[in-house]
């Protein structure tokens, strides 16, 4: 480290954790402003250290950034030499820093937004204990050195998100939820489980740093089953095909919820996931093969259902779904840098979208139908100007930053010789364009607002600060990556220096990226002309396409699908089970043994009928007994041994 | 005198027991159920008396000291009981008194 200051990197985790804490024991018994107060403190001090640690960390030399991970040993989880050792080390390195950066800023802004968001509800204090876990989780999972820790991190973020899925546990819609996104994610840590187990037997360690040193000893064939093993979790909390049905619905918690966790940071924890183990997926092609062509279905087949979908968080959370597809896409061709460059961005403009969307919202009490919004511009400008802002980010428009990081996905994906994927990424780029200007038009524009509410207004600046800073990064965000100045290929060098393919964004494909744009136009132009021009393509569509519109307002009958053949079986065998072996044999035998007790207490009990002499009796025979047998012990065994 | 060894005192002992116990189980009258009790103290006594000497240990004479002050104080309570059981129910057949059943 030579002449720096090492920052003092447990208090990262430690800020929010003691935050947290704190609000959770001592927030009731305070003004309810100090619980909002503490938890945003808390992360605003862990971004402060965070940034400091990446100032110090990308002023060393490239060999050096990578020496600095492996640095902070807390202590043993696990110590068994030669068994198992799992030690707990804070793993600091530029692909972590990346992922922190943005948890504990991003997350700094949108509990500052919380504080104004979340004002008018009765659980106002549990809301920033549970936002503070969830930050507490996040950076655990990025911040582990080994493969358990992270799943601690994982399954940690699952529970945040669980209890903030559920926060209003009084409709039953969220508490539904809440189950349903436990359970899909519970399906992803079982997958991780399962894949640490194959690397323990394989490696007999689960330490990045030692199981990546040893790779070269087992078979490729073996490391595509650790990889299929760990992307079933990265399917899982990153909501991409099939286990994405939890996304959508997870749209019941607050806002801010849906903005920080469902947008910005968790569901990129399986990008990060797949990114940090790439030496494995380096080597295991059908698993990366798997990885990449997931991402670029889902991109695609998420952006079709975001077209038709009504809800404004609904259509918000089906365009994550497919952002985090290109994710996907990139880190599983081996573009990782290209993959946490479109992380950064996406965080920002998605989580500028669904704040924007939140003041709509809250000025509207509570309404996300778009059919019943339009004409929102004029009562609402600055939720307008900065909605337009994330939009225009996310469609991709010249100079915002999707512009250059969707961009940069798409030139590696042709670079690496994946054309169909290119393909996929660049039909879902049209249709991204589209939905988002629909959002666009039917909230700000069409018509004019017939709510049930009538709109009002009080945005304090915590609601809207956050919202402006967000706007400015969603614009200059992408400018880390320009034409021959790649800022973040190289920040991220020391993470990736072992990758399949060399990290770098700065060559732009100029035909690639015009004719992107070009169709990203034409998607807005479609969107200006079927839902801001009043004609009747909309209806002639909806009519001639009507099978069509109905199975992507149902998203493909994932659900319905599911239903039939996962849920009701399960129901069904419950119901045999509660019925029949329940009552039967788990209860009959327990049952049974409680009828031979009670009737020997019937009979025993009979004996006992208040007459002294035959307690006497009883006496004399227990002691009478008592003496033979101690007679019996003492002498028999002597006896018995004679011939 | 002729010397009588231990297992004579022993027997008799026994036989005192036996006998006590066998009228506390037969006979339904509280006082006569007391006496016998007060004979199986005494056999025990005997016993103890018995070691004692035979051992040449006092420790048991001791306790024969101890096991008559407590059986005059258990034939106090006794007593009382059966008094008060008298006045109540002018009848003192113990197989009639058998409200403390459980």
Do not use: C
């Amino acid at each position: 480290m030579g002449h720096h200051i090492v920052p003092p990197i447990p208090l990262i985790l430690f800020f929010p954790l003691i935050g947290a804490v704190t609000i959770a024991l001592f927030g009731p018994f305070v003004d309810r402003r100090a619980s909002a107060f503490v938890g945003t403190a808390s992360v605003f001090l862990s971004f402060v250290i965070t940034v400091w640690l990446a100032i110090v960390v990308w002023q060393l030399p490239i060999d050096q950034q990578a020496a600095f991970a492996h640095s902070r040993f807390l202590g043993y989880w696990v110590d068994i030499p030669p068994y198992l050792v799992i030690s707990f080390r804070l793993l600091v390195d530029p692909l972590s820093i990346v992922w922190m950066l943005v948890v504990t800023g991003v997350g700094f802004l949108i509990h500052l937004y919380s504080v104004g968001y979340m004002a008018p509800d009765k659980n106002y204090r549990t809301f920033f204990a549970y936002m503070n876990l969830f930050v507490v989780a996040m950076l655990l999972l990025v911040m582990a050195d080994n493969f358990l820790w992270l799943l601690v991190g994982w399954a940690g973020v699952g529970l945040a998100s669980y209890l903030l899925i559920g926060f209003y546990y009084d409709r039953r819609t969220a508490v539904l939820a809440a189950r349903k996104a436990l359970i899909m994610n519970v399906i992803g840590d079982v997958g991780i489980l399962i894949a640490i187990f194959l690397m323990y037997a394989h490696f007999g360690s689960v330490a990045y740093q030692t199981v990546f040193a040893s790779l070269g000893r087992v078979p490729a064939g073996s490391l595509d089953w650790i990889g299929v093993w760990l992307f079933v979790g990265a399917v899982a909390k990153s909501a991409q095909l099939p286990l994405q049905t939890w996304l959508p619905d997870a749209m019941e918690g607050p806002t801010p919820v849906s903005a920080l966790i469902h947008a910005a940071t968790m569901v990129t924890a399986g990008v990060y996931l797949v990114a940090r183990a790439h030496p494995i997926y380096d080597r295991a092609p059908v698993a990366a093969e798997i990885v990449a062509v997931v991402g670029g279905l889902t991109a695609l087949f998420a952006a079709t259902i975001g077209t038709v979908q009504y809800d404004i968080k609904r259509v918000l959370a089906y365009s994550t779904m497919s952002q985090i597809g290109y994710m996907m896409l990139a880190v599983g061709i081996g573009a990782y840098a290209a993959g946490a460059f479109h992380f950064v961005t996406h965080a920002f403009f998605k989580a500028l979208l669904f704040m924007a969307a939140g003041i709509v919202i809250h000025n509207l009490s509570g309404e996300q139908d778009i059919r019943k919004m339009g004409g929102l511009a004029k009562r609402m400008p600055f939720a307008y100007w900065t909605f337009l802002a994330g939009t225009l980010a996310i469609a991709g428009i010249f100079p915002f930053a999707g512009f250059f990081s969707k961009d940069a996905i798409l030139d590696q994906a042709l670079q690496l010789h994946h054309p169909w994927l290119q393909a996929a990424g660049t039909i879902a780029a049209f249709l991204t364009a589209f939905y988002m200007f629909r959002l666009l038009y039917l909230t700000f524009f069409t018509g004019s607002y017939r709510g049930d509410h009538e709109p009002h207004h009080d945005s304090s600046w915590t609601m809207t600060w956050p919202v402006a800073i967000l706007a400015v990064l969603a614009l200059i965000g992408g400018w880390l990556v320009l034409p021959g100045r790649d800022l973040m290929s190289s920040a991220l060098a020391a993470s990736f220096v072992d990758a399949r393919f060399g990290q770098f964004l700065g060559e732009f494909n100029w035909p690639l990226s015009i004719s992107t744009l070009l169709l990203a136009i034409a998607g807005i132009v479609l969107a200006y002309a079927l839902y801001q021009v009043p004609s009747g393509a909309r209806d002639w569509l909806r009519t001639r396409f009507s099978p069509v519109r109905d199975l992507l307002m149902n998203a493909y009958y994932f659900d319905v699908i599911y239903h039939y053949a996962f849920e009701a079986p399960t129901y069904a065998l419950a119901d045999f089970f509660s019925r029949y072996f329940e009552g039967e044999v788990v209860g009959g035998i327990p049952r049974a043994f409680a009828g031979l007790a009670t009737w020997f207490a019937g009979v025993s009990g009979g004996w006992e009928a208040g007459y002294l002499r035959r307690y006497g009796l009883s006496i004399v025979v227990g002691v009478a007994l008592v003496l033979v047998l101690y007679l019996f012990l003492t002498h028999a065994p002597a006896t018995l041994g004679r011939p | 005198m002729p010397h009588v060894p231990l297992a004579g005192y022993l027997a008799l002992a026994s036989a005192l027991f036996v006998i006590g116990a066998i009228g506390f189980l037969v006979r339904r009258n509280p006082l006569t159920m007391l006496m016998s009790i007060e004979l199986m103290w005494n056999a025990g006594n005997l016993a103890f008396a018995a070691f004692a000497r035979s051992f040449e240990d006092m420790s048991g004479q001791i306790f024969v000291f101890i096991v008559i002050t407590v059986a005059a104080a258990e034939a106090a309570i006794a007593l009382a009981i059966v008094v008060m059981v008298f006045r109540h129910r002018a009848d003192v057949d113990v197989d009639e008194i058998s409200i403390m059943r459980g």
